[in-house]
């Protein structure tokens, strides 16, 4: 696409997109491509994609609600636990592969990195930012964060992993991600400075190295 062509679907996606990250991955999604969310949850991000960008694919989810939900919006998704990996799928069988917020959910954090990487040619992954500031101060507190990007008390949370975006950034290289690219947001707002203290959600594009 040309820089006119990329500014107008930028345009387009940013009155149509129900949540700024959608419109963050957007960007960065070809139309026409072959898409895998992992972790799809009701499937409102692949539907959005979908009807926005004509792309087409596959969500991974386990809970049943949301295999249910995906079904309902006309996604194509299979009932998987990404903990067991991604031997289903070939190496580099997606254009592209999304781990949207569903990182900090899986136990085997290095292992379903590497997976992400191996099946698509290039990917997607989103969480939630540990280092935002009022978390810290909350554990400085003596308790547990809770906030729009953190919703969940700790005694409910599907969380099983706590990481900053620096921790990402170090963890990345280990295990064969390269990042091409790196969106910090806070409500929806892109961070451009200190984004590991004031961003709340951060968004990378990698490839495997």
């Not at 997607?124 to 540990?130: A, D, G, W």
């Amino acid at each position: 696409m040309n820089a006119t062509a990329i500014q107008a679907q930028n345009n387009a996606l940013q009155g149509l997109a129900p949540r700024n990250d959608f419109r963050v991955i957007a960007r960065w999604i070809q139309p026409g491509s072959q898409v895998l969310d992992l972790g799809c949850g009701d499937g409102s991000l692949l539907r959005f994609l979908t009807d926005e960008l004509d792309v087409s694919g596959y969500g991974v989810e386990i809970n049943d609600a949301g295999v249910l939900a995906s079904a309902q919006r006309g996604i194509n998704v299979i009932q998987q636990d990404m903990e067991g990996g991604l031997a289903l799928f070939e190496d580099q069988s997606f254009d592209m592969v999304i781990l949207s917020q569903t990182l900090q959910t899986i136990h085997r954090t290095a292992d379903i990195l590497r997976e992400t990487v191996r099946v698509g040619r290039e990917a997607i992954v989103s969480f939630p930012n540990f280092g935002y500031w009022p978390h810290r101060l909350a554990v400085l507190r003596g308790r547990m964060p809770v906030s729009k990007s953190l919703p969940f008390q700790w005694h409910n949370t599907p969380n099983v992993r706590v990481l900053t975006i620096r921790d990402f950034e170090a963890l990345a290289p280990e295990v064969g991600v390269r990042i091409l690219d790196r969106a910090v947001l806070h409500d929806g707002r892109p961070v451009n400075w200190g984004a590991n203290w004031r961003g709340s959600l951060a968004v990378y594009r990698v490839k495997r190295n």
